[in-house]
Nanobody
Framework: QVQLVESGGGLVQPGGSLRLSCTAS????????MSWYRQAPEKERELVAN????????NHADSVKGRFTMSRDNAKNTVYLQMNNLQPEDTAIYYC???????????WGQGTQVTVSS
């Protein structure tokens, strides 16, 4: 059974940090490009960052460059999103996504809430 389980969300003050984790099971993790998306209230889901199978390439949205860093540990079937200098506009549900590097089959996690507020 395929599962993506996110954790690490919560309430943080502006300027604070959080580290999200997403642990996968039920598929060959290293065959999948991994991504973080987020969806704020009344907004469309947007790509935050992605990382290739063996971490050769990472891409980050312009809105988070210099503040967020995505990484992966294939030995632990886990991806991370280190989020620094969080701002209120970063408030959203953050979702983990796995997409097969050839056939394009994709899976989603259930999401984790990040709220940035004073």
């Amino acid at each position: 059974q395929v599962q993506l389980v996110e954790s690490g969300g919560g309430l943080v003050q502006p300027g604070g940090s959080l580290r999200l984790s997403c642990t996968a099971s039920g598929f060959i993790f290293s065959n999948y490009v991994m991504s973080w998306y987020r969806q704020a209230p009344e907004k469309e889901r947007e790509l935050v960052a992605n990382i290739t199978r063996f971490s050769a390439v990472t891409n980050h949205a312009d809105s988070v460059k210099g503040r967020f860093t995505m990484s992966r540990d294939n030995a632990k079937n886990t991806v991370y999103l280190q989020m620094n200098n969080l701002q209120p506009e970063d408030t959203a549900i953050y979702y983990c996504n796995a997409k097969h590097f050839v056939v394009g089959a994709a899976y989603w996690g259930q999401g984790t809430q990040v709220t940035v507020s004073s």
